[in-house]
């Protein structure tokens, strides 16, 4: 099972949700599903 592309966790720093995307950047419209920031509140999450 080949790893195709490599994945990106972020997590919001304001309600704690985790999201994983496939670009190294969350887009400048992304919203938190869960409180409703914008990604200035993700930071990269620590595996």
Avoid: Q, R
């Amino acid at each position: 099972m080949a790893e195709e592309s490599k994945t990106y966790k972020f997590v919001c720093t304001i309600c704690g949700h985790e999201v994983e995307v496939d670009t190294p950047e969350l887009p400048e419209d992304f919203v938190c599903p869960v409180c409703g920031v914008g990604p200035e509140n993700f930071e990269p999450a620590e595996d």
